[in-house]
């Protein structure tokens, strides 16, 4: 994506992957973002993947 100057931020909520890939988006869009999680790490379901199928 290019990288401009935008006017303004954006809250994104969830650190969950999506939630993970829009800030990314966003940000790489020239966005200040503020991603907000209310669980004390990110990744969402993802990130317990590996407790719940271990291998």
Known sequence: MATTDKIGA???VGGGI???Q???D???SGYKV???EKQ???GGVM???DKTFPT
């Open 26 to 28: 966003l940000a790489d």
């Open 47 to 49: 990130a317990q993947l």
């Open 10 to 12: 954006v809250m994104v």
């Open 22 to 24: 829009s800030a990314l």
């Open 40 to 42: 004390p790490s990110i």
């Open 34 to 36: 503020y991603l907000i």
């Open 18 to 20: 999506s939630g993970l």
